[in-house]
């Protein structure tokens, strides 16, 4: 039955994918057969840095230190989600976890929280068969793993535990060594998404209950399922529809949702670059490193404080005046702020203030999105199509004639508009360059770190600009458009369905999302919160396209 | 004088010292430790051990400006590379060799890197450091060492600032904080090889038995996934199994290293791309690695300088974006700016070579037993040329090769310059690259 199933998956595919002997071993009919296995969709994602720290938190509680080197992470198709399918963990990798593991572990053993934690009496010597450590093992490892652990696994650590316990002549050493093994396995550091089989005549399956759970989890909490998310996958509830819409409805109402979606638009704008941004401190004195984590945090605020403590429409982010300011980010905007010092302080732009395109006039924007020492509209306009619009701009070619560009300190090119006119006028250059700079240009006001100008080299910078066909001037026309752009609210739910799930949209889900999603979400006025429950309650949501069958 | 004996002496020393408490205390370098010919340690007979490292820049050198006028050995050091004076007949100037695409698409600042450190466009072929390190990392702790001075991105696709890959997916990730480098290699996990007492730590053994778990439930854990999952989980395997050779490694008592001291630990230092800041990170960083080759923790280092971001204090524009808009100075005939940071960063490829000069090892120092092999993305950067690439090999690899030459090529891929290192470390290689740049030719004058 294997057998047959499994070249209806070869063939079913019609790709050519690479085939290797998977298993030999006896299948229903008694005999010995060799089976090629199926590529499969990924099903192994690399917990983030952040998902890993909450996970821990959630179990342990957030005053264990879980901070830690980890290794790099991989965006693909614009979304580091996207890439935890494709990461592999390099020997300096496993050396970072173990660490890491071996901290966390031996603070979860520690005196300070062992009795919360664990509450074994410590009297009893070596053995490690009483029912106390085997508990807290079992409990704590269907915690970290997702699931329960299965016998053979509880006996690895049982035996490990025992084994530790020896060598280091603790009782609780060796449950640190059980859980620093744990915290180091691919049951932990992995997500698994383990299919079930639905039918076996078609390519589809979905998610098992576990696997499931964790995907709703880390999606709506950016953390692994908690003890009643758990329970509901154990005991067959989350695969009634009943069952799963309950949780959803549970875990969007949760003050959880926050962390869920500051992880998202992390992601979705990219503000991973913040650790490497770097500015030059001589032109622009007011930046610093901190000043980064300021200018993420205001956006972040300003996103959860318009989309979940208000409800708002998801297109007012380009148009929003009220923000969150601290002391160092008044000071880069010019503005007079309340908050004390590292203190954040609610602040609304005037009607008149240039500042008026929300989010695309924060620092965290223009400063991510520019170059050390100066501003770059071609950037920034790559960083609207991309992140924002899901539009795909192309590399620059390798060949290009750079003998073009004007020479910057020519007095007639002090502006970024005239030094980048080669880029609309030159035909090989203009394809891609006008779909970047005219949005671009339109931010020119702003400097590399955010700060507002009006000059550049003494020439008076024109801001206007262009989206698509609709002309406008300055930040805020740009901020307009993009409230306008219907491009603008396809991708974000674009996005986040493919942030759910794991993997770019295929022809089936785009079609859905063109003519189910996109005009649900409009219904919605374009609120965050239902965005949500459509991906989490949608039959994509725990499908499995062309699985792995075991 | 016989090994016990000497031995005996030692203990001798410390008590005398100490009153019979036992201690770790590092001991001074002592010529005892050596054989009379100082080419092997005493305590084990084998041989001081050749070291291999590279050292990657980005944005080429302007071609015309760094090549020695006449090929051969009493080459003309030019003035454009006068910080590489001091060691002009410990260096080999490679000019002319190029990168050959094959029909595939240039990525710029990537293409020509690939080529240098792996013999091809693509990014499929292991890099040239792990392969050399996969035949000669085996009995240290780290089998490689990577660091960058910064993890800004550069001019390149490649998302992550190092040259090390063992295939496509699997890339040895750089650090770019000298306290976490130094933390890394000589915090607590640290084991001084002088150091006299040496008693296996228990929590390494309880380490050695938690990573030995891991592996336990591989097999139900690989039935259940695809044939890509599994390979990704194959390699993960693979990493648990490199660090339990790690710890086995630190359960052994080290030989001694007369060569070996601690170095100062690093302050906390800022991290950006600014050329000031750029040069006291790679100082901070290459003093550990050249610590590290001399306490044996690794015999391969890999320095990532730069991917082209560097800046100066006060200018709007990087190195990377000058190369491109900078225009030619009508009286110097080149891009002035950019011959600046060119020179900026010979200096620092200097700096390492003095650094390794400076630790004495018997009657030679580091840099005599090393083999650095320097090269960069491009030739000319400004067109993203792909033809006479900079490639400077440095050091006298144990013996093995000889300096003082310039080596003029035309039309020659730049492999050659990477199967002649690989051979000179002992890896047997018939040839090396992909395509056009399939090469099994040598380069004879380099090699002793």
């Given at each position: 039955m294997y057998l047959a199933v499994a070249m209806l998956f070869a063939s079913a595919t019609g790709r050519a994918q690479s085939q290797e002997p998977f298993f030999t071993g006896t299948v229903h009919t008694g005999q010995s057969v060799s089976v090629t296995a199926p590529v499969g969709p990924p099903a192994l994602r690399l917990l983030t840095a952040s998902q890993y720290k909450a996970t821990v938190a959630d179990i342990f509680g957030s005053d264990i230190n879980a901070d830690g080197d980890l290794p790099p992470e991989i965006r693909k198709d614009g979304l580091l989600a996207l890439g935890s399918a494709q990461t592999t963990i390099a020997p300096t990798g496993i050396e970072e976890y173990a660490l890491l593991a071996h901290k966390v572990a031996a603070q979860v053993i520690d005196e300070k929280h062992r009795n919360n934690l664990i509450g074994c009496a410590p009297s009893v010597p070596l053995k490690i068969t009483d029912s106390c450590t085997k508990g807290f093992i079992a409990t704590a490892g269907r915690l970290l793993y997702r699931r329960p652990l299965t016998s053979g696994e509880l006996k690895t650590q049982l035996e490990l535990a025992q084994k530790g316990a020896g060598i280091l002549k603790d009782r609780y050493a060796g449950i640190g060594a059980s859980l620093t093994n744990m915290l180091s396995s691919p049951q932990f550091l992995y997500r698994w998404e383990n299919p079930r089989v639905i039918r076996s005549t078609s390519n589809e399956g979905e998610l098992d209950s576990y696997s499931a759970a964790q995907r709703l989890s880390f999606f709506l909490w950016n953390s692994a399922p908690d003890a009643e998310l758990l329970s509901a996958a154990q005991s067959g509830k989350l695969d009634t529809s009943s069952g799963w819409n309950r949780q959803v409805d549970r875990l969007l109402a949760s003050p959880r949702l926050e962390l869920g979606l500051r992880a998202y638009f992390e992601d979705m704008l990219g503000f991973d670059g913040f650790k490497s941004l770097s500015k030059d401190l001589v032109l622009y004195p007011k930046y610093s490193s901190i000043l980064g984590v300021d200018a993420k945090e205001e956006t972040l605020r300003t996103i959860i404080d318009l989309l979940l403590r208000n409800g708002g429409d998801y297109r007012d982010l380009f148009i929003v005046k009220d923000t969150f300011l601290t002391k160092r980010l008044g000071a880069v905007y010019g503005v007079p702020t309340e908050a004390a010092s590292d203190t954040w302080a609610p602040f609304k732009f005037s009607d008149r203030d240039p500042r008026g395109a929300g989010i695309l006039t924060h620092a965290s924007f223009v400063a991510l999105h520019s170059h050390p020492g100066r501003s770059s509209a071609t950037i920034r306009g790559r960083a609207i199509r991309e992140l924002l619009l899901c539009q795909k701009v192309p590399d620059p070619p390798g060949?290009?004639?750079?003998?073009?560009v004007q020479d910057t300190s020519n007095p007639l090119y002090r502006t970024a508009r005239q030094r980048l006119q080669v880029h609309a006028t030159e035909p090989m250059c203009a394809g891609c360059h006008k779909l970047t700079d005219p949005v671009g240009l339109s931010l020119e006001n702003f400097d590399t770190i955010g700060a507002h100008r009006t000059e550049e080299n003494g020439a008076v910078i024109d801001a206007s600009g262009q989206l698509d066909g609709v002309k406008f001037e300055g930040a805020n026309g740009l901020g307009k458009a993009m409230h306008d752009s219907p491009a603008a609210t396809a991708c974000v739910a674009e996005k986040l369905y493919e942030y759910g799930v794991g993997h770019s949209v295929n022809k089936a889900e785009r079609e859905w999302l063109k003519t189910n999603l996109g005009p649900s979400f409009e219904q919605e006025g374009y609120r965050i919160v239902p965005l949500l429950r459509l991906i989490a309650m949608s039959p994509g949501f725990r499908a499995v396209v062309n699985p792995v069958i075991r | 004088m016989r090994i016990a004996t000497k031995l005996a002496n030692r203990r001798k020393v410390l008590k005398g010292i100490l009153g019979s408490a036992v201690v770790t205390v590092a001991l001074p370098m002592l010529d005892c430790f050596l054989t009379s010919n100082g080419n092997a340690l005493a305590a084990t007979g084998s041989e001081i051990p050749v070291r291999f490292g590279t050292w990657y820049w980005g944005c080429g050198l302007r071609p015309g400006r760094w090549e020695p006028v006449k090929p051969g050995a009493g080459y003309e050091m030019r003035e454009h590379l006068r910080s590489l004076a001091p060691f002009k007949d410990r260096i080999n100037i490679l000019s002319g060799l190029d990168v050959s695409l094959d029909g595939n698409p240039a990525r710029v600042h990537w293409s020509g890197t690939r080529a240098c450190s792996a013999g091809e466009v693509l990014d499929n072929a292991p890099s040239i450091d792990t392969i050399i390190s996969g035949l000669i990392g085996n009995s240290t702790r780290f089998r490689s060492l990577e660091a960058s001075t910064s993890e800004a991105k550069g001019a390149a696709a490649n998302t992550v600032n190092s040259i090390s890959r063992i295939n496509s997916a699997l890339i040895n990730p750089p650090e770019a904080s000298p306290t976490a480098l130094y933390t890394r290699i000589f915090g607590p996990e640290f084991h001084d090889p002088n150091a006299a007492e040496f008693r296996p730590n228990p929590n390494l053994m309880v380490k050695k038995s938690v990573l030995s778990a891991i592996k336990e439930d591989a097999d139900a854990l690989k039935r259940q996934i695809g044939a890509n999952d599994r390979q990704r989980l194959d390699e993960y395997f693979t990493s648990v199994r490199e660090i339990e050779r790690q710890v086995d490694l630190q359960l052994v008592k080290p030989a001694p290293l007369p060569s070996c001291t601690m170095p100062t630990q690093p302050h906390e230092t800022p991290e950006g791309t600014e050329v000031d800041t750029v040069s006291t990170n790679h100082a901070l960083l290459i003093n550990l690695l050249v610590h590290a080759f001399a306490c044996d923790q690794t015999r391969v280092l890999n320095m990532y300088f730069t991917g082209g971001e560097l800046h100066k204090s006060g200018d709007p524009t990087t190195h990377h974006t000058n190369t491109h808009e900078e225009p030619i100075d009508e009286r110097a005939g080149y891009q002035v700016k950019v011959a600046w940071y060119e020179e900026y960063i010979m200096d620092n490829f200097a700096a390492l070579l003095k650094a390794l000069d400076g630790v004495k090892e018997g009657d030679k120092t580091l840099l005599d037993r090393t083999l650095i092999y320097a090269f960069s993305d491009h030739g000319l950067a400004q067109s993203h040329g792909l033809q006479n690439i900079p490639i400077i090999l440095a050091g006298g690899a144990g013996g093995r090769m000889k300096g003082g030459n310039h080596i003029a090529f035309r039309g020659e891929p730049v492999t050659r310059a990477g199967l002649t290192i690989q051979r000179i470390m002992g890896v047997n290689a018939e040839s090396w690259g992909?395509?056009?740049?399939k090469t099994s030719d040598s380069i004879s004058e380099i090699v002793a």
């Open positions: 060949n290009v004639n750079f003998n073009l | 992909t395509g056009s740049m």
